[in-house]
């Protein structure tokens, strides 16, 4: 048994010291290591077009204004796992082609495949987003009549607005939406994290999470619903003209400086706590909790209700 043992510490050292010196001849480079070969391709489109179509497995995108004019899509990719890319009755569509055999899915890969959209103009009609693994950011010099994304374990960024509604959806990773304007806004993670900030939303404002969090910040809307199991939300200045309807589990729900023409928030074990900017008639009621809201009895309903968690709301002096 000492002597197996002494030969698995050897081999151990032996695999730990090649490790180490081909990392170091290849200046720690983890890409050198992989075995999967990428390429980079460009198609220019000649063709006009007012929507966008991606439908990606395991990439990140970007969208980027064309210097020139001229539309193209740039595909960092893998030589085996290709994108085609169209132009179908008016829809830029690009879509992941994987030709890998079996057996090419074994090997070790530090790399990402990664899509760059140079668009000639400023505004489309629809953008539609589907994938699995991959990051995505549209910046502000776009716009779009509608949005639609919908990603497994990506990270979202939006800056760029819509005049309809702009729906964004991600199981495992966070979306961040700044600056923006949009008819109806609707923000879902399973355990990720949700910030939206400087919002100005002509419609509904509906927000989803799981176990994750969720911030806004200076937001104004119609309504604004969200609900969610153990993940907090926080509203800073956040204004609507009609309902805010807030339910959680274990999660806290804190407002600064917010208001809505009624209020209804409910909790498990969540505490509510925070500031309005008007009076409310408040009902508020907790089993195991302490409650402190003002005693007002003007202004629109106010309702708190929460099992073990505490309630303590004050208006903005």
């Known amino acids: 048994m000492k002597v197996w043992l002494i030969i698995a510490a050897v ?91 079996w057996y090419e899915h074994i090997g070790v890969n530090f790399d990402t495949t990664k899509i760059t959209l140079y668009l000639p103009k400023s505004e489309y009609d629809a953008l539609f987003v589907k ?50 304007r949009a008819g109806s806004l609707d923000l879902s993670t399973t355990t990720g994290r949700i910030a939206a900030r400087e919002v100005i939303c002509d419609g509904d404002i509906r927000v989803h999470v799981s176990t994750g969090k969720a911030v ?44 809505a023409a009624t209020l209804s928030i409910t909790t498990d074990t969540g505490d509510v706590t925070g500031t309005l900017l008007s009076e409310k008639v408040f009902i508020a009621g907790t089993d195991t909790g302490r409650v402190s809201v003002p005693k007002t009895t003007a202004g629109g309903k106010c309702e708190i209700t929460t099992d073990t968690g505490d309630i303590q709301i004050d208006l903005v002096k």
């Open 131 to 180: 994938g699995s693994t991959g990051d995505g950011t549209i910046p502000e010099a776009f716009s779009f009549e509608s949005m639609d994304i919908s990603l497994s374990t990506g990270y979202v960024t939006c800056l760029a607005s819509t005049l309809g509604k702009m729906k964004i959806r991600t199981s495992t990773g966070s979306i961040r939406v700044d600056k923006v």
């Open 11 to 101: 081999l151990i050292v032996l695999g730990l010291a090649l490790f180490t010196g081909i990392m170091s001849a290849n200046h720690w480079n983890f890409k050198a290591l992989s075995t999967t070969q990428y390429e980079t391709n460009v198609t220019q489109i000649d063709q006009d077009f007012q929507s966008i179509n991606l439908e990606i497995k395991t990439a990140h995108f970007r969208f980027l204004p064309s210097a020139d004019g001229v539309a193209r899509v740039e595909c960092y990719e893998e030589t085996t796992a290709k994108h085609t890319v169209t132009v179908e009755n008016g829809t830029l569509c690009i879509r992941a082609e994987n030709a890998k055999k």
């Open 216 to 259: 806004l910040t200076d937001v104004s809307c119609q309504s604004l619903t969200s609900d969610g199991n153990t993940g907090d939300l926080i509203l800073r200045r956040v204004i609507a003209s009609g309902d805010f309807s807030i339910e959680r589990s274990t999660g806290d729900v804190t407002l600064e400086a917010c208001d």
